[in-house]
């Protein structure tokens, strides 16, 4: 078996030109099966294996290091985020000129990080301090994808991990960008099969087997101790009126859409249902400036509940907002919420000052951004993290942890993706941002995935895709104590990027290139 790999591994080393090329870009696009919604784990493994030994044993320089890392990143990218294209179909009249920049511009951008990363694992070559420099050197740059410009921190390594309970788990430890490391360990350590150092044969397998097994065996025994009866008995129900998005602004659709909402918000509702929450710009309306509007949509608040509602609201200085506001029974607005983290190129032109464009949604002024997340008190609820759309996919960023909420509640409109694995990916980012803060999370989402995640990242109901309906559930309990991510941060990531990037040097150092 050994000899067959070895002999794999030289085959792959000995690629050239396009050839390697298009193994890099193939291996980085199979890898993305790993990733919600397939959650195809094998995947990243073998695609792992055939990265470390494609730029272990294949042409050596700076240079040659740069076009494997960002080849393999590109074709990752690419089938990763297909989805993005999608939105540019909607109103395709207008925007499908900018698909090919979309699908495969992004990518390409993108896939620079996974250059570098391809430079710094060309200092470290060999079959076991090649997986090492991998998952230090890929793993740094998913941290820094997530955080320069304005950082998108989508399809991180991590997320391999996401569609799997028990494994899951260790996002309450570390973060997406920990488990991002351990996910890449046992995806490249395998590569080491080929060395002719014995040790370094059985690291290669049983490290592995040791973290995935260990991690499986922790996550399953901090599932076991959860009590789904627990909750607080708060209740809640959630309205998904599945909206195409070229119906939602359109002013002759408006009152059919406000209609469809009323309706789900009070059809066959029980009594114990206290506040009702629609998806982000559900009211397509300046509510704050529209008294007869309010007054119509608080017909369906329950007695002292509220109905939360995404919403434009009016900038005083000029411009608008994306914002969550919270109606009671009277039809007056106890509080909102704007948002912070807007989309480039979909709420504002980034250098519009230079750029000859204007943002795919309706209307050509940008939203302005809000102060940025907070905790509010609003009546019978408790204390809340409110976040529009994306804002959930940020790691650290979703609670304010001087006055730590007891909810997330997030809403958001994915009518833009349609069918596709991006709104798929949304909602893993969701169960994310529950297991690292140890707090639930409540997601409306106009054409879905609505639904909500208890602290532990476990799924207590949805409404799928695609589907109109509505969800009532009773509101899980964050966890008594603030979870290990929350207090600590990025911190063990750091520490494990060190570990990783020195014991790499060393291996390197003590030689650890196979012998032809």
Known sequence: MIAVMVRLA?????????????????IGAFATLALPPVNFLPAVILSGVGLV????????????????????????????LYWIGNALLVFADQHAWMLPFAALGLPAFLAIFGGLAGVAISFARGPLATPIA?????????????HIL???????FGHAWSGIDPLLQSASLYGVYGM???????????????SPVRWQRLAAILIPIAILGTHWAAGAYRLSGVQTDADSGLGIRLVQANIPQRKKWALRY?????????RLSVENRPPWIQHVIWPEMAATLYLERDAKS?????????????????????NPEGGAYNAILALDETGRISGHYDKAHLVPFGEYVPLASVLPLEKITLGASGYTPGPGVRTLRLPGLPPVSL??????????????????????????NDAWYGVTSGPHQHFANARLRAVEEGIPVVRAAYTGISGVVDSYGQVRGVIPLAEAGYLDFRLPRPLQHPSFYSRLGDSIFFGALVVLVLAAAGIRRHGSTRSA
């Open 10 to 26: 030289d085959r792959i080393g000995a690629l050239q030109g396009w050839r390697r090329w298009l193994f890099l870009v193939s």
């Open 134 to 146: 991998v998952t230090a050197a890929f793993s740094a740059a998913d941290w820094l994808r997530g």
């Open 150 to 156: 304005t950082g998108l921190p989508w399809n991180l």
């Open 387 to 412: 976040l529009v759309c994306y804002e959930i996919i940020f790691p650290a960023k979703v609670v304010d942890a001087s006055d730590r909420p007891e909810v997330i509640i997030n809403l958001t």
């Open 254 to 262: 408006r009152a059919r859409n406000i209609a469809a909402h009323l």
């Open 180 to 194: 991002g490391i351990v996910v890449l360990l046992t995806a490249t350590l395998p590569g080491g099969l080929v």
């Open 53 to 80: 030994w494609c730029m272990a044993f294949g042409p050596e320089g700076k240079w040659s290091g740069f076009v494997a890392g960002w080849a393999f990143s590109f074709g990752y990218f690419v089938f990763g």
């Open 294 to 314: 309010r007054e119509v949509l608080s017909r369906v608040v329950p007695p002292g509940g509220l109905l939360v509602t995404g919403a434009p609201r009016r």
